[in-house]
């Protein structure tokens, strides 16, 4: 049998890239859009369906950000409930080990393998971020350069509960005595892509869910974790690679392009192209025109908080180099404040195309060992993932690349994973 | 000219049983399950877990998690309460733990606290949840396309709250539940009568439930149930046996429950059952006590507790 390509959707539930402005977006709080994604997913044979975690909502200069979907439910509770919706399809919890004490996450993640029969998985994320830890008793009190260790030494003692071991560990970044929790073992998604994230992953992970989308780099990173697992005494198809993937489907190639043109404006409405510039300015920049020249204004002097929950670490500093490189753009290319956020904000890691044209291109990637498959970020819900199971998925098993059945029940199975 | 029936609860935390007895309870016109839980207990599946997918093999009948204050992150416990009370449409509610052993703090590394120290801390979990429960506004999400605002920001509120030992800016990351405000149980001796909406009251006689459930409506409970072992005392072969942890009344045959629950009646809003085999002992209960679903939908309309205004509401 030829490799398989393994799907799972991430569903964040929050942030820019859902498209709440479309009439066809469901209510997404409501338990409903969820039981209905979960069961078509299911429908769809995915191996797994994943829910996201921030444990802060998002703010811009000091009040909640108005602009992208927020509000969410607590992951593990809402898989808990998908478990009695569906049979097969996996679920998984993006849970931090910061803001966590590990017996306790342990202890619910062990509930949730065993009401859904062995589908639980954790996606394993770590927070440093003192804006966050403001909602919790142990606040902003590990380093960053520390995180990693935490997330490590935290693993091992879920582990070793889930096993039935006992756990008596009292350091700087463990303090716990607990018993084990019913037997468990939930598969371990890991999606950090620092030096330390991929060796967490090559230790740890079952499965790596990472950014590294494009060919060239899903190549050199799949070439990179190998190395990494062999170092750790673990064998090359003990892990599986997922990059994320936003995917737009047409029926024709034009088709398709005018949806993903759709999508981007959607995404980058007129508000959101300000707020997007006032989190670098650090001003109020709501008299421009989002379609006129970029703000003639000067930024706030000093560097962005770096705790606003809205931008990735390597965007906080060096914002004045950054805006001056914009308005060379701009000018250079007469682009609205809208067009350069556009042009900035570039729709990364997106397949654009006929469902034959994905396949095709899924195919190249999955023969050349450059990934296991793909975790499907939607834009619209459910539309985008009723597409992919009724359009592509057909396209994906007539190239004989995916399972035309279940042929396990838990995830580990469905991922084919070591026994 | 008999009173009506008080509500009927359902204890299951020791019972690993899984969706049928709880919809048989829901058949027998049961309002609520409680879901006992110790993070010491570990043979348990947790109970906020177990609850949330009830949720689901459920449509009428009250879940109530005991999730304790003491071993767990207030803004977790706050999330996963009104995230039951969303998957259930409205049936959430919280049975108040406060595990105190050095045992139970020893699996999350945090110093005991005892005596008014542990009921300042039981209080401040309780008020920070209720505050983040109502920290979005039921119309915060607007959707409005001519601004691009999904939601209105002086709609969603930090809590900024600061208790003895912690402090929670927020707001919760789960929009407001259904129900507004989860039901939020309670034993009478946790000290917090006053911020629970049903009091939970284990006497071992008729005249101190009736002196307790007093005591808890002075000091602002709403709603007063009376802890039930059903079996204890009465014939070892009546019911499945002796209940895990008796406690409160006890009632030895079909019989004895029902004229205890008649009793009960005036006195108090509610029982709760504690079995030792509720698999095996729930048919013979229904028999005696059994009555029409409860049509909800939510918990506190069966209970008949109004949905608590919102304390961050702005003046119209």
């Known amino acids: ?419 | 000219m008999s009173q009506p029936l008080p509500h009927l609860a359902l204890e299951i935390g020791a019972v690993p049983a899984g969706a049928g007895l709880v919809a048989d309870a829901e058949a027998a016109g049961f309002a609520l399950v409680t879901i006992a839980d110790s993070p010491l207990a570990t043979g348990r599946i947790e109970a906020g877990v177990r609850a949330a997918h009830l949720a689901r093999r459920t449509t009428r009948i009250g879940l109530a998690p005991n999730l304790h204050v003491t071993v767990t992150e207030p803004f977790h416990l706050a999330t996963q309460v009104a995230s039951l009370d969303h998957a259930s449409l409205g049936r959430g509610a919280w049975v108040v733990g406060a595990e105190s052993s050095p045992a139970a703090y020893a699996t999350v590394g945090i110093p005991p606290l005892a005596g008014p120290d542990l009921r300042q801390e039981i209080a401040d979990v309780i008020d920070v949840a209720r505050r983040l429960w109502d920290s979005w506004e039921d119309d915060a999400v607007i959707r409005d396309r001519a601004t691009g605002r999904f939601l209105d920001a002086d709609k969603v509120h930090h809590v900024n709250f600061t208790g003895a030992r912690f402090s929670v800016v927020g707001p919760l990351i789960t929009p407001r539940p259904p129900q507004g405000q989860p039901v939020v149980l309670g034993a009478d001796d946790l000290g917090v009568t006053g911020r629970l909406d049903v009091v939970l009251v284990a006497a071992t006689t008729i005249d101190e439930v009736a002196d307790r459930a007093r005591r808890a409506r002075a000091d602002g409970a709403p709603l007063v149930f009376a802890d039930v072992a059903v079996g204890a005392g009465g014939p070892a072969d009546t019911w499945g046996g002796l209940p895990e942890t008796p406690g409160g009344l006890s009632a030895g045959t079909p019989g004895d429950l029902r004229e205890l629950v008649e009793t009960l009646g005036p006195i108090v809003d509610g029982v709760r059952l504690r079995l030792a085999d509720p698999v095996a002992d729930l048919p013979r209960i229904a028999a005696v006590l059994g009555r029409a679903p409860v049509t909800g939908p939510t918990l506190r309309d069966t209970l008949g507790l109004p949905r608590p205004a919102n304390q961050f509401a702005t003046a119209a």
């Open chain 1, 1 to 419: 049998m030829s490799p398989q390509l393994h799907l799972g959707v991430f569903f964040t539930g929050v942030g820019p890239q859902l498209i709440w402005t479309d009439p066809a977006f469901a209510t997404h709080t409501h338990i409903d859009a969820f039981v209905r994604t979960a069961q078509t997913l299911e429908r769809g044979l995915f191996d797994a369906f994943f829910l996201g975690e921030g444990l802060r909502v998002r703010e811009n200069r000091g009040r909640v950000h108005e602009l992208d979907v927020a509000g969410r439910p607590d992951a593990i509770t809402q898989l808990a409930a998908l478990a009695a919706e569906t049979s097969r399809i996996g679920l998984v919890a993006t849970q931090n080990t910061t803001y966590n004490f590990p017996a306790d996450l342990a202890r619910r993640l062990a509930g949730l393998d065993a009401v859904s029969g062995g589908r639980a998985g954790w996606n394993i994320v770590t927070t440093d971020n003192a804006w966050t830890g403001e909602n919790f008793r142990y606040g902003g009190w590990l380093p960053h350069e520390r995180r990693y260790e935490r997330a490590n030494a935290f693993v091992e003692t879920a582990k070793a509960l889930w096993q039935g071991q006992p756990v008596d560990r009292h350091d700087d970044l463990i303090d716990v005595t607990a018993g084990p929790t019913v037997p468990a073992r939930p598969v371990l998604f890991q999606a950090g892509d620092s030096a330390g994230g991929r060796d967490l992953a090559a230790r740890h992970a079952d499965v790596v869910f990472s950014a590294n989308t494009d060919y060239d780099k899903a190549v050199a990173y799949a070439v990179d974790l190998r190395k990494r697992l062999a170092g750790h005494g673990r064998s090359a198809d003990s892990l599986r690679i997922l990059p994320g993937a936003a995917v737009v489907l047409g029926d024709t190639p034009a088709e398709a392009a005018e949806k993903a043109r759709y999508i981007q404006r959607e995404q980058v409405t007129g508000p959101r192209a300000i707020a997007f510039l006032e989190q670098y300015w650090g001003k109020d920049l709501s008299g421009y025109d989002p379609d006129g020249p970029l703000p003639d204004i000067e930024p706030a002097e000093g560097e962005l908080d770096p705790s606003r929950g809205t931008i990735s670490i390597e965007h906080r500093t060096g914002k004045a180099e950054r805006i001056a490189g914009w308005r060379r753009l701009a000018a250079e290319r007469g682009l609205s404040i809208r067009d350069l956020v556009i042009e900035v904000t570039p729709q990364h890691n997106t397949f654009v195309g006929t469902p034959a044209q994905i396949a095709d291109e899924w195919s190249r990637y999955l023969a050349d060992r450059a990934v296991d498959g793909f975790n499907i970020l939607p834009q619209l819900v459910p539309g985008t993932v009723e597409d992919i199971v009724d359009k592509l998925v057909p396209e994906l098993q007539s190239r004989g690349i995916y399972r035309t059945e279940y042929t396990g029940t838990t995830l580990r199975e469905h991922l084919d994973l070591p026994a």
